[in-house]
């Protein structure tokens, strides 16, 4: 880009004879008006796909996988403060961060993402896709369900760190969710009342506003599906 801007300037000389000058006015990034600044930042940062996240086993760091992504495509948040708060609120408010299927493990990774992030990038978050959370029998007692611990950790995070989190995108496949997709004749009760259990933690994301339920190697039985669109939640085949 450049860093001047020539204007011309028209002069009547003492003979009345019209001419016209050059000069070289310079000019900075941010005296561009702020769509077309982050115009610019969409443009780098912003990829056509989910970015996949994960961490191996014992591991602290969050590792991502976005195929599609630029060459140093974050080197714009290394520029300077401001730059940095301006393409962070694109990089983390208009990319969808999936994270990988990590069954009974997800709240750890959601932890260590967000606090890898920090609590303010954590309130830019818009679009997330998780594992769709699992309701178990408490021990004991056959009538009595709760959410397991690992998800219900997950959704107290997403509660309270992910403030402006309007769409939450959870994968259904057969190691999660068998019953939904294959119920039993005595299982009607109990997937009412996981279906209930879910809502609730779901609905308590004050900032949510659309809920995608996604198959990934199975769908759910119809009148299950039926059930889930009852609360208001879209049902969406695999990638």
């Given at each position: 880009m450049d860093s001047k801007e020539r204007r011309k300037h028209t002069s009547i000389?003492?003979?009345?004879?019209?001419?016209?000058?050059?000069?070289?006015?310079?000019?900075?990034?941010?005296?561009?008006?702020?769509?077309?600044?982050?115009?610019?930042?969409?443009r780098v940062l912003v990829v056509g796909h989910p970015l996949f996240l994960f961490q191996d086993t014992g591991s602290t760091v969050v590792e991502t996988f976005a195929p599609d992504r630029p060459f140093r495509w974050l080197a714009l948040l290394y520029t300077n403060r401001q730059v940095h708060d301006e393409a962070s609120a694109v990089l983390y408010g208009?990319?969808?961060?999936?994270?990988?299927?990590?069954?009974?493990?997800?709240?750890?990774?959601?932890?260590?993402?967000?606090?890898?992030?920090?609590?303010?990038?954590?309130?830019?978050?818009?679009?997330?896709?998780?594992?769709?959370?699992?309701?178990?029998?408490?021990?004991?007692?056959?009538?009595?369900?709760?959410?397991?611990?690992?998800?219900?950790?997950?959704?107290?995070?997403?509660?309270?760190?992910?403030t402006n989190l309007t769409t939450l995108e959870?994968?259904?496949?057969?190691?999660?969710?068998?019953?939904?997709?294959?119920?039993?004749?005595?299982?009607s009760q109990f997937?009412?009342?996981?279906?209930?259990?879910?809502?609730?933690?779901?609905?308590?994301?004050?900032s949510l506003n659309k809920i995608i339920v996604r198959s990934y190697d199975g769908t759910p039985n119809p009148w299950v599906m039926e059930l889930m669109q009852g609360l208001g939640w879209v049902i969406l085949p695999g990638r």
């Open positions: 000389s003492p003979d009345g004879v019209l001419s016209q000058r050059t000069s070289s006015v310079p000019i900075s990034f941010f005296s561009l008006p702020g769509d077309i600044r982050n115009n610019i930042y969409r208009l990319n969808h961060f999936t994270f990988m299927d990590t069954t009974r493990h997800q709240g750890g990774l959601l932890q260590s993402f967000l606090g890898c992030i920090g609590s303010v990038n954590a309130g830019l978050l818009s679009h997330l896709c998780i594992n769709f959370p699992i309701v178990e029998t408490v021990e004991g007692q056959p009538g009595n369900f709760i959410l397991r611990e690992d998800d219900l950790h997950s959704l107290k995070l997403l509660q309270e760190k992910c959870t994968l259904i496949h057969s190691r999660n969710s068998r019953r939904l997709i294959n119920p039993g004749h005595d299982d997937i009412r009342e996981a279906l209930s259990q879910i809502d609730a933690q779901l609905k308590a994301i004050s």
